[in-house]
């Protein structure tokens, strides 16, 4: 019992070094109600600022606010940021923000403002939306209550707006938002003054239209009521907004007259080049002003990628246009990248914002909305003014992740693939896990996955994984199926994808302590496998299912294939895995009626995907019954599923582990950087994880071409930042390191290193209970250890096949 309550003492310490979530539960008493503009449109794009007043005799010890809006807000009390959101839901599950405003609060008079805009059908695809509203409730009663709409101003802002497709140069699918354009000669500068001018009207209801009278109230998610927006709070922490670096100039490009856009080729001679030229270089450590009729292009390289605000501030220059274009990469003339340090001959392309100066004083320029970089250009032509950039500064931005887990092994390649995919998954990880931060800003099922065990394993965070979970969970459309992505506006349903929300939900069950989200899950769970079950032939194999059963971006395109009778292998080798994880799931948190039916349906499946599609010529287990095409994918889940013998599982992978990504050797398809993550469990399932060190050759071939993230796919790939490609950080811990859950909740430990040429390692693995450390030290043909657990944590230690008692505390081991 004292080892107990001394590992929930430790749970509860841990808890509270995590950034502080937003402690409320669901607020059901609403006193508010939302607010809109009272003629701008409701569903157009727009961006309005709110504002009231707030008199108090002394500073309160507290002032409590909840906040939201569609699309999103921006907080500011006294001209002082207060934060963002609010972080992104769907209609029915809208999130709300609580702030403590005290801080930010002074004796007196006090302006509350607020920026809110809706981009409309420029919006990112993320982002659900019904029109654009504003709500705040105060706790504070009476005359220091400041929930709207009581007293609550409104203006439209004509001088920012949202670009459309055209303020991306680059000619793919991009699906995270638009470029937004500042005309300085529109801005209201003044909105944040004290005094409001005279473009302020009344604030008034957004649902001015319709025909239900006071429908405008706000209501929580669970209560009766009309509405748009069924609120919740959000649990997760405020993101993470702090300073960063901006770079440095890197290149300038100037033309004497007449505008001269950066040219590649021939066209190169038109212009002007210099590296790095003097008296522009020095910005933005120092200030630089620029000639009037001139047409310059400063090139900045902030070294590795980031998430972040940028705000640029100048002076002068009416008439000038400045465009910032971010890049992750620069691209060729043939727009191809290649080393990421490589300036020369290259330019940036990408997202681009605008903004034209009024030739006022310290005018500053920062989107609504958060940029994703490397490279920045700012595109400058100056008209009959010379202009003077006074700043330029960065605000990063993503989820407060804190780095808590350790590797060492003295091999500096492995320190820098740790050190990449850790950037990889922060950037990838903001009021959701995003596939790209660049290109999407999708959630999608199967990046998720790893992202989320990233999360548990090396910052002991499961907030944002609960998020995912139960998103996915409530993006299940009537057939029983989830989205691909939530929270999404445009409906995309990858079936496959369904089924690895299945074994998400399994892997949050094993390594954290709280069972809720695996138990509440297992209806949508039973419901995905219900949908499957009818396309389940006779034979075991899945028939050719309805819309895209995406497994993997392979040489040729992407997998599954089909035979003549629309059957696929590898599509019920997903299948499988879900029915084996819903059967454990069931057993231990459900209904034994239904542990028991996926378990002998995944014996029927087990049974019909050997005799269909195992090809003993080959010694390998074909996509498809037909037994012509191979692939790693395939052959990976037999073995990690055991549809492939024990015996022969090892065989099968040292033919395939060799296989780099985006070729095709024998004819066998290749597993994508994505996919090789299945590659390292199946090694670990075959008593082959001693292996894994050397699977890492497409993340170390990466290196010299000095990528900060790692990209979305070999080759000239599309995305340099994609979370799916970070799992090694993952599996440095769990199958090098060999720390892992053995049972449910991470009630109990496996160790089992595999050092492969390694000859020490430190490591350190942040458990619910505390951290797990550990050294290992060859020493011939042996090993010296030294494991530490936490109080309340046993396990066991396994090296060449011999396995031994580990218990709480210090563990000294020689091992043979």
């Not at 157009?44 to 809006?69: N, W």
């Not at 979970?469 to 995309?492: K, M, V």
Request: proline content about 7%; glycine content about 6%.
């Amino acid at each position: 019992m004292r080892s107990i309550l001394a590992a929930v003492a430790l749970v509860i310490l841990l808890s509270s070094c995590l950034a502080p979530a937003q402690s409320d539960t669901v607020h059901r008493d609403w006193k508010a109600d939302w607010i809109t503009h009272p003629t701008a449109p409701l569903r157009d794009p727009v961006v309005l600022h709110f504002r009231r007043t707030l008199d108090l005799p002394a500073v309160p010890g507290s002032y409590t606010v909840r906040v939201s809006a569609d699309n999103r807000f921006i907080l500011w009390v006294n001209g002082r940021r207060v934060g963002d959101g609010p972080a992104r839901g769907d209609l029915s599950h809208w999130r709300y923000e609580k702030y403590d405003l005290a801080p930010f609060l002074k004796t007196g008079s006090n302006l509350i403002t607020a920026t809110v805009w809706n981009f409309g059908v420029f919006a990112p695809v993320a982002q659900m939306s019904d029109r654009t509203a504003f709500l705040l409730e105060s706790e504070a009663e009476g005359m220091t209550s400041i929930s709207t709409p009581n007293g609550w101003l409104v203006e439209e802002e004509p001088g920012q707006r949202a670009l459309d497709r055209k303020s991306v140069s680059l000619m793919t699918y991009f699906a995270s938002g638009p470029g937004e354009e500042l005309d300085a000669s529109k801005y209201d500068w003044d909105w944040n003054a004290e005094k409001p001018g005279p473009a302020w009207v009344k604030a008034a209801s957004p649902m001015r239209d319709s025909i239900f009278p006071g429908v405008n109230h706000a209501h929580s998610a669970d209560t009766t009521g009309d509405n748009f927006w069924g609120l919740v709070p959000d649990t997760l922490p405020h993101m993470e907004y702090s300073p960063a670096p901006v770079g440095s100039v890197v290149r300038t490009y100037l033309a004497d007259s007449q505008p001269t856009s950066i040219l590649m080729g021939e066209e190169k001679a038109n212009i002007s080049i210099q590296t790095a030229q003097s008296s522009l270089s020095a910005f933005p450590s120092q200030v630089v002003s620029i000639d009037p009729n001139k047409h310059i292009h400063l090139l900045l390289d902030r070294k590795t990628l980031c998430t972040a605000y940028p705000e640029l501030t100048i002076s002068g220059g009416k008439g000038a246009r400045i465009v910032l274009t971010y890049s992750e990469a620069l691209y060729d003339e043939k727009q191809h990248k290649g080393d990421r340090d490589a300036v020369e001959n290259r330019k940036a392309l990408g997202l681009t914002d605008s903004f034209l100066p009024d030739g006022g004083a310290h005018r500053t320029f920062m989107p609504l909305w958060w940029r994703t970089w490397r490279y920045l250009d700012l595109d400058i032509t100056t008209g009959s003014e010379p202009l003077t950039l006074e700043s330029l500064r960065a605000w990063f931005t993503a989820y407060p992740f804190e780095e808590r887990a350790t590797f060492k092994s003295g091999d500096p390649d492995l320190d820098k693939i740790w050190e990449i995919s850790w950037r990889t998954a922060r950037l990838d990880a903001h009021e959701t896990f995003m596939d790209t931060p660049y290109y999407e800003q999708l959630q999608y099922v199967g990046d998720t996955r790893i992202q989320a065990l990233i999360s548990y394993t090396v910052a002991a965070d499961d907030r944002l994984g609960r998020q995912a979970i139960a998103a996915f969970d409530q993006s299940r459309i009537p057939e029983g199926l989830t989205y691909s992505r939530y929270p999404s506006s445009l409906r995309q349903i990858i079936p496959p994808f369904s089924l690895l929300w299945i074994g998400m939900v399994h892997d949050f069950w094993m390594y954290r302590t709280d069972p809720e989200p695996a138990r509440e899950s297992l209806p949508g769970s039973r419901a995905v496998l219900g949908w499957f079950a009818r396309y389940e032939q006779p034979d075991g194999l899945l028939a050719r299912l309805p819309w895209w059963s995406f497994i993997d971006w392979v040489s040729s395109g992407e997998t599954p294939t089909y035979d003549s009778h629309g059957e696929s292998c590898i599509t019920t080798l997903e299948y499988l895995g879900a029915l084996d994880e819903a059967a454990e799931l069931e057993k231990a948190l459900g209904d034994p009626v239904f542990a028991a039916r996926f378990h002998e349906r995944a014996g029927r499946v087990r049974s019909g995907l050997t005799a269909k599609c195992w090809v003993p010529s080959r010694g390998m287990l074909a996509d498809n019954p037909d037994g012509k095409v191979f692939s790693q994918q395939a052959n990976i889940l037999a073995v990690l599923y055991d549809v492939i013998p024990k015996d022969r599982q090892q065989d099968v992978l040292r033919r395939i582990i060799q296989i780099e990504p985006g070729t095709t050797p024998d004819g066998i398809l290749s597993a994508s950087y994505y996919f090789r993550y299945y590659l390292a469990r199946a090694l670990d399932h075959a008593g082959m994880a001693d292996e894994y060190l050397k699977s890492l050759d497409p993340w170390r071939k990466l290196l010299p071409m000095h990528f900060s993230t790692w990209p979305e796919i070999p080759g000239d790939t599309r995305s340099d930042s994609h979370a799916w490609s970070a799992h090694p950080i993952y599996d440095l811990l769990t199958l090098v390191a060999g720390i892992e859950p053995a049972a449910p909740g991470f009630a109990s430990v496996r160790i089992a290193p595999h050092l492969g040429t390694l000859k020490s390692l430190t490591a350190s693995f942040p458990h619910p209970g505390g951290d797990i450390r550990v050294e290992y030290q060859r020493s011939g043909s042996g090993l010296e250890a030294a494991i530490t657990l936490p109080p309340g944590l046993s396990g066991t230690f396994t090296w060449n096949g011999r396995t031994r008692s580990i218990k709480p505390g210090v563990n000294l081991i020689k091992a043979d």
